[in-house]
């Protein structure tokens, strides 16, 4: 199957300072692909849709200036948390909707670990 | 808009029982399906889904689920558990022709898999 990285894994970095995570997909294009943050024992938020060449869609309540979103290729997408707090801590996954497939899967990637000190 | 709820936040069985996790749907439209596990500190893997097609979805390890819209439900279940089941299980739904692939999870079940 279809296969999405992110990177990095695990970032720490003190409140104040601002983060990249990059989702990848590795073997096929993505269009569209969507970014969602998880708390800790809890279900997955989506927080907004990553559009190739275009503006990406926020959800309600997400700050789009504070969640940077680019998707500058047709592999690439990357989301920036500025002036990070320790409330943005979280898990931030992203997915990638099946393009080659029947359409209907979407892959996700394996999750960053963000810690705000 | 579409929702799911997953009754029960935490579910444990033996090893070799049956494993059931519910979840039911509101939707306006029948929908398209999913079944997710989660590992600690990993991505979701897709587990099965529902696309208007057989009622009845097998999927990957053992499990499978049944669409039942009379009951406006989707529960995952599998014949005997095994260890390696023991993971987070998110179902989740999506509109069968808009809203651009977006899903909505269900608020997640944890099942604990005990010898």
């Known amino acids: 199957g279809a296969v999405v990285s992110q990177h990095p894994s695990r970032v720490i970095c003190k409140s104040g300072t601002s983060v990249k995570i990059e989702c990848r997909s590795l073997?096929?294009?993505?269009?569209?692909m969507f970014w969602y943050r998880q708390f800790p024992k809890q279900s997955l938020m989506l927080m907004a849709t990553s559009n190739e060449g275009s503006k990406a869609t926020y959800e309600q309540g997400v700050e789009k200036d504070k969640f940077l979103i680019n998707h500058a290729s047709l592999t690439l997408s990357t989301l920036t948390v500025t002036s990070a707090h320790p409330e943005d801590s979280s898990f931030y996954i992203c997915?990638?909707?099946?393009?080659?497939?029947?359409?209907?899967?979407?892959?996700f990637g394996p999750g960053t670990r963000l810690t705000v000190t | 808009a579409q929702s799911v709820t997953q009754l029960g936040s935490h579910v444990s069985v033996s090893e070799g029982a049956l494993v059931l996790l519910r979840c039911n749907y509101s939707?306006?439209?029948?929908?398209?399906l999913f079944w997710y596990v989660q590992y600690p500190n990993q991505g979701l893997q897709l587990l099965l889904k529902?696309?208007?097609?057989?009622?009845l979805v097998k999927g990957i390890n053992g499990f499978e689920a049944e669409f039942k819209k009379s009951e406006t439900s989707f529960h995952l279940t599998k014949p005997s558990a095994h260890m390696s089941d023991a993971a987070e299980y998110f179902c989740a739904v999506r509109h069968p022709t808009g809203g651009g692939n977006k899903l909505t999870f269900g608020t997640g079940t944890q099942l604990k898999v005990e010898l």
């Open positions: 997915s990638a909707p099946d393009t080659g497939g029947d359409g209907y899967e979407q892959y």
């Open positions: 939707s306006s439209v029948p929908p398209y």
């Open positions: 529902y696309t208007s097609a057989a009622t």
């Open positions: 073997d096929f294009q993505a269009t569209t």
